[in-house]
């Protein structure tokens, strides 16, 4: 099971920072990623983080304002988002997937074992 939390409502030029926790698999052997799907868009992959060794993927359009961590003693994943803007509204969700494959953990991410429900982030300008 994942669960996302910290999503809402800031201006533009603010923060948020989401976090997803993870229950009912091995999260050490597990790579967790963030997706977002904004309205009338695909889903697209954001973040992802393996939490074996830690390596980290940023898609093009968060690559300076993203930041993703983990905490592995809690079994959770962090997403650091600053400098938000209106193009960041969208529902994000968290994902899990097998470090063995976590290049899968992009894209659309259709071959992810795990999702969370997601939490609306919404950028006022």
């Known amino acids: 099971q994942l669960v996302e939390s910290g999503g809402g409502l800031v201006q533009a030029g603010g923060s948020l920072r989401l976090s997803c926790r993870a229950s009912g698999f091995t999260f050490d052997d597990y790579a967790i990623g963030w997706f977002r799907q904004a309205p009338g868009k695909e889903r697209e992959g954001v973040s992802c983080i393996s939490s074996s060794d830690g390596s980290t993927y940023y898609s093009d359009s968060v690559k300076v304002r993203f930041t993703i961590t983990s905490d592995n003693a809690k079994n959770a994943v962090y997403l650091q988002m600053n400098s938000l803007n209106s193009e960041y509204t969208a529902v994000y969700y968290c994902?899990?997937?097998?470090?063995?494959?976590?290049?899968?953990?992009?894209?659309?991410?259709?071959?992810?074992?795990?999702w969370g429900k997601g939490t609306l982030v919404t950028v006022s300008s």
């Open positions: 994902a899990a997937v097998s470090s063995a494959v976590w290049v899968l953990c992009r894209d659309h991410g259709d071959d992810m074992d795990y």
